[in-house]
């Protein structure tokens, strides 16, 4: 563990270089474009950008990634707000206030805000990373099977609160959760509902189902509806600087969001993605406005746009700390050290204390160079809906397509896109929400998976989930979480009923 | 009307064979002529990826044109294969092979898969990495004997893996049946999640590779009790084989590149010099041993021994446990 | 008329969904199911999800039935739609022939035809929308042919 001085004197001078600046620059404008494209993620972009660091130094290699994997996590808010087709599926649950928020004309206080909360979330996380990774990652690795399942679920919970109809957001959800069974069973192995095709052993590509139910679905059914140009005064980009009350305002869900982003990052194999969305559903709990949620309140995008930014430092903390891979971002960032002959690890920390000081930096810049372009940029970024929606709608379909083809370079996603983006329309016309669908389809591996496993190491015992203090608390919780809003309605309503005999 | 039809289209096949027929005396003048493509069923920057693009960097000089990685990740490198499968069988599409297409071949749970013997052509195999275990840096257990006295004494330990989908499963599997003994097999989706359980306490040992586990060995959380290889490895000196400690057990997962099946000779032959050449090379070699990626090199009558083995290996294997594909 | 089928939208959600589920029905008897201890095996979780399903679908299908509200249509068809049935209807299909182009004629060519149709059906000045056709394929060129280095054949 390095103390602050340190980390400076180490880090600084290899970062303090006209050609690791200029490479930290491109990373973030790449990392912001590729995150706002629909489609691309900011995975696909460190894979893109990997063999390109051949020929680098390792500082380098990192100057260009590290900013690349922040930006690309603050990107992904830029379209779900102006377009309400999420970049990334870490700005899923973005798309809830902030495409509100920019129907009603607002969508330079929505870019300003949800630039400023993953700025807050990614400078948090990045303090956590520099300073407690090795204790933090201590922590993390007694996290099991069983905490994960109990995270799971939690964020599950959610899914029936975010429809205006239950039944249709159940139907959905669950309609979500049966997707991701399809392709090969991670526990036994066994193929299910593949149908024959190998494209499908992996399970429906992620980005393939996103972007056909939000970009493509959205599209066909603006045409299939008949493209009206959108009155001015949704057209109007307001004021971009954030505004300093609704910072203040929601200070409280910015910290709940921090720490729920620091706690989901630092699970293997979860990430922004699931951060969002249990800071979401958190938030749909126990935030103060939350039967607002949704109509376009600073409170939802405080609680997606920290808590997925939060996770980016610590996803890759077991990463620094131990040399886990814990997700795909952190295997990509382990492939550049394995690149540069250099393996992650306690060990890294006594041969290349530099190296590791100046990631830590690097970490650090990518977060004050996406806020400050991010800032600056907004008012630019916003023009986007000046453009006529008859022009607009048919490059923005190119690039889903092309998105969803170059993650694994498959006709077959293509045509995956394709068929989701006809269920996507099929859904709008019937009213049936979109959200709890992918929710279900992004959580559902988790919950079967660690469920399954869960019970395997307890020898078939269901009460192997009590056994662990984390995950008995955090399933208690959970089961309390999720049944609160109904108690506390069912109180109020038995209040407003005894006020009204009085 | 209909006559004439299958006249035309009589003349136009026989036209079309004699012209194909005449193809590869053409094509037996050079080769290279263009770009040459590897298929990596594995996304970028992982293992299986950086060691083919170290192979394709080395086969280039060789080839005088240049080799370009293609990542096609899924189904364990099954898609991959599949596309590359189809492709015209001129050289210009390459695919990789790994161990455990053999085991999907045969694993009744498996929907697809490619049979290795007669749907591609192989190219040379490149590289075997050791399985090794990895148990808890406080384990009472120094070496393998040790470990299967104590699993013999407690049985149901649990041990992490892969699916019954992937190979470091049926190398418990195999372990237990040589060694007599009883473990609880815990899948993980993949070997860096189940080395992370088994340093959290969920798990009693981890089959991994000693590249794998050596940041947690060097955390002093876990520790590796030996590997499968006929020798230590270069880059881990002090990682005991099985052999040594009496117990023999050659296993591990290899990589081979291969092509389209039906490839002609003269572009087979071409390859395999380049394969070979490109094994040979400093810069190959200095890469797998900095990385402890296991040394193997096969040309391809080797190399197809070796399929065969591997081939009954396997199919005895799900025989025994009874995870056979019917009909096989 | 159109009310009518709005409130049938219910029945017809129904019905779509226990028609897939069928197939996942019919698909899931050759899983196999497990003991606890094992896991509970690959039938476990799609059994229950099907169930759950089935049991929504029908209850929306009943609803859609004989629960019918009458809904007021909050957004009743006022404004002005420019294109007319067809075009709509062309349009919509248009994606599919385009994953279809895409497969057979490459990225760049595919997106061109693509960009072009959409943009004549939506009635854009034949001029401007070749214009936007090609720049927006010459950067798609830009970033992913030579930048990205994908494969855009």
Known sequence: MFTLKEILNLGLPLVLDGGVLLLALAGTLVGMFIGAM????????????????????????????????????????????????????????????????????????????????????????????????????????????????????????????????????????????????????????????????????????????????????????????????????????????????????????????????????????????????????????????????????????????????????????????????????????????????????????????????????????????????????????????????????????????????????????????????????????????????????????????????????????????????????????????????????????????????? | MGRKLVLIGLVLMITLSLWAAGQPELKKVSFPEKTIEIYVGFAAGGGTDILARQLARNMEPVLGKSVVIVNKNGGGGLIALKEMAVKPADGYTLGLLLGNQFLQKYYKGSDTWIDPMTEVTLLGVFNQDPWGIAVKADAPFNNITEFIEYAKKNPGLRVGAGSPGTLYYWTWEALMEAAGIKLTIVPFGGTALSLTALAGGELSAAGASPSEADSLVSAKLVKMIGVSSEERLAAFPNVRTFREDGFDLVIGPWRALVGPKGMPTEIVKILEKAVRDAYYSDAFQTFIKEQGFGPLYLDTVEGFEFFKQEDTFFREIMKKSGELRGGM | MALRIRYNSDVVTGAIVLCVVGIGWYRVRTIPFQGLQAGLGPAFFPTILLTIVTFLAIILLLKGLFFVKKVVKSESRTEEVEQSLLVRILLTSLFLAYAFLFKYLGVLISSGIFLLVAFLLLRIKPTIALIITIITVGLVYLVFGLLFRLNLF
């Open chain 1, 38 to 502: 629909p489609g691309l993620t900011g995975v696909m972009a460190m894979s893109i950008l990997i063999p390109l660091t051949y020929t680098m130094s390792p500082t380098e290699a990192f100057a260009l990634l590290l900013p690349t994997y922040v930006a690309s996590t603050y990107g992904g808010s830029i379209s779900a707000i102006l377009l309400n087709i999420p970049g990334t599926g870490a700005a899923i649950m973005t798309t809830l206030d902030g495409h509100p928020m920019a129907l009603r004309g607002e969508a330079g206080r929505a870019l300003g805000l949800s630039c400023t909360y993953s700025f807050i979330g990614g400078i948090v996380s990045g303090l956590f990373l520099a300073f407690l990774a090795p204790i933090l990652a201590l922590w993390a690795i007694k996290l099991g099977s069983r905490e994960f399942f109990a995270v799971a679920v939690f964020g599950l919970g959610i899914i029936a609160y975010i429809s205006p109809s239950i039944l249709k957001g159940l139907l959905a959800g669950s309609i979500g959760l049966l997707l991701a069974t399809v392709g090969m069973d991670p526990i036994s192995g066994y193929s299910r509902f593949l149908f024959g095709r190998a494209e499908l052993t992996g399970g429906l590509e992620f980005v393939a189902v996103m972007i056909g139910l939000f970009g493509v679905g959205e599209i066909m059914f603006v045409f299939a509806k008949g493209v009206v140009e959108r009155p001015r005064v949704q057209r109007e980009i307001g004021l971009t600087l954030p505004n300093l009350k609704d910072l203040i305002k929601t200070i409280p869900t910015t910290i709940r969001s921090i720490i729920v982003g620091l706690f989901v990052g630092i699970i293997p194999a979860s990430g922004p993605t699931i951060a969002s969305v249990t800071a979401y559903g958190l938030e749909k709990r126990v935030g103060k406005r939350r039967d607002l949620l949704g109509t376009g309140i600073a409170e939802g995008l405080s609680a997606a746009e920290t808590a997925n930014n939060a996770a980016t430092g610590a996803a890759i903390v077991p990463m620094i700390a131990l040399g886990i891979p814990g997700d795909a971002v952190t295997a990509i960032l382990i492939g550049a050290f394995m690149l540069h002959g250099l393996r992650p690890g306690p060990a890294m920390f006594i041969s290349n204390p530099d190296i590791i000081s100046g990631i830590f930096i690097l970490f650090m810049l990518g977060n004050v160079l996406f806020f400050i372009i991010g800032l600056f940029g907004a008012k630019w970024f916003a023009k986007i809906l000046d453009t006529p929606q008859k022009i607009l709608l048919p490059i923005v379909t190119v690039f889903c397509f092309i998105g969803t083809y170059a993650v694994r370079t498959s006709m077959f996603d293509v045509f995956v896109a394709v068929v989701f983006g006809f269920i996507g329309l099929l859904m709008r016309r019937a009213g049936i929400p979109i959200a709890p669908m992918i929710l279900g389809f992004i959580l559902g591996p988790i919950v079967e998976d660690n469920l399954r496993r869960s019970l395997i190491i307890g020898g078939g015992n269901v009460l192997t989930f009590l056994e662990r203090p984390v995950s008995a608390v955090l399933l208690v919780l959970t089961i309390l979480l999720i049944l609160s809003p109904s108690i506390l309605s069912v109180l109020v309503k038995k209040k407003i009923k005894v006020n009204i005999h009085d």
